[in-house]
């Protein structure tokens, strides 16, 4: 297959994928996107909350075409992993998968220095896991050994954009994110050389808190806590700078003695629970919600029966409703247009009822629910 009709089949799916987040979402903002980097070697870097979803956004709005490194269990049906190689994404192994396969990651980092070297970008997490929690996690040392392979190659140097990404909820639908794009930090290889690896590491931390809602607080109690008042606040997710300020409130009002000193032995995560039941009971009391979900009734019987029961963890809870979507609305809306064209025999009504029902949905997540 040519290079010209690659670029253009993953041009196509970037598009169709830029499309769909934009109708799953209620609001996504995207800022501080600077071409200081753009046509240069960059490592982006950001936080991981919300499983593949984290990749999609950041592969639909860095607008150059982006390498992705992530786990390798996701490669583990073949189909499915000679599509995600297609489409840029490279498999890492960690030691969780198995010491045997640790190995494996030396072609990996090889190739990563390759593309560098060319002049292109890679997306990694380093975090090296994802979480739910508003709060950046200790950093891996795995983009050390991409600079250390880019620099095998040669000596130019390497921009490393920290990225921010803030969801307002990212269990609940439809949900409201930011992309904020940090300051780039360049990286040469002497002066790389010559500083220590946990310097480094604590720069790029440190931006990305600065990106980010981060809550500094390691008992699981406290965290809640400090997660309730935000709310209480009304904070806005979407903007970490102004929530930032809410969390120096609280941890003035509550030195470490009072945080530790309440006797709450409740370790639900109260502020899920009372989010879906506040969600449930305006569902119960809006007229036009009780109209969306009688539309819906099949996709929503589907998920809530079917897919949502079997997701444990939930930064899959978001990754998998959009799959669902994506997957579900396009197959729908074709067999309606037959349907409606079967027993019409009306070219015009399959078309316009299909129409109807997306514009009708968009709307719904854009203004309505």
């Known amino acids: 297959m040519s290079v010209f009709l690659q670029k253009t089949i993953t041009n196509g799916i970037k598009s169709l994928v830029r499309l769909g987040l934009w109708c799953y979402f209620k609001e996504i903002h995207i800022q501080g996107f600077s071409k200081e980097c753009h046509g240069a070697s960059v490592i982006y870097m950001a936080n991981h909350q ?9 592969a639909a709005h860095t607008h150059r075409k982006t390498t992705f490194i992530t786990r390798s269990d996701v490669f583990k049906n073949p189909f499915i992993g000679a599509f995600l190689r297609y489409i840029g994404m490279l498999p890492i192994y960690r030691f969780r998968d198995g010491v045997d396969t640790l190995k494996k990651n030396k072609p990996i ?56 990404l803030n ?44 990106l980010t809602t981060h809550i500094p607080l390691d008992s699981e109690a406290d965290y809640k806590r400090c997660l309730q008042f935000l709310h209480a606040q009304n904070a806005n997710f979407l903007d970490p700078v102004a929530t930032r300020e809410f969390i120096h409130e609280f941890m ?39 109209f969306f979900h009688i539309v819906n009734a099949l996709p929503i019987f589907i998920w809530r029966k079917y897919i949502r029961p079997a997701i444990v ?8 409703r959009f799959a669902f979507c994506m997957v579900f609305y396009p197959l729908f809306y074709l067999f309606l247009a037959i349907g409606i064209w ?16 997306f514009s009708f949905n968009l709307l719904s997540v854009k203004k309505l629910l």
């Open 109 to 164: 980092f090889e190739r990563c220095g390759t593309i560098l070297d060319q002049g292109e970008a890679i997306l990694i997490f380093p975090e090296g896991n994802h979480g739910y929690k508003r709060k950046l996690r200790p950093l891996k040392k795995g983009f050390l050994q991409l600079l250390s392979q880019r620099w095998n190659l040669g000596k130019d140097p390497v921009f490393i954009a920290p990225m921010g």
């Open 342 to 357: 079967l027993l019409t025999k009306n070219i015009g009504a399959a078309v316009a009822a299909p129409m109807i029902f």
């Open 50 to 58: 919300n499983a593949l979803l984290d990749a999609l956004l950041i």
């Open 313 to 320: 963890q939930k930064e899959f809870i978001s990754t998998l």
């Open 252 to 290: 003035s009002q509550y030195p470490n003695k009072a945080l530790h000193s309440d006797n709450s032995n409740n370790t639900k995560d109260t502020y899920f629970e009372e989010k879906l039941s506040r969600s449930s009971a305006k569902s119960r009391r809006s007229i036009f919600v009780l």
């Open 167 to 210: 969801y307002e909820d990212l269990t609940q639908f439809p949900d409201r994110v930011s992309v904020i794009f940090g300051s780039p930090l360049l990286c040469e290889k002497e002066s790389v050389e010559t500083e220590v690896s946990e310097v480094l590491i604590d720069r790029v931390a440190n931006a990305l808190i600065e």
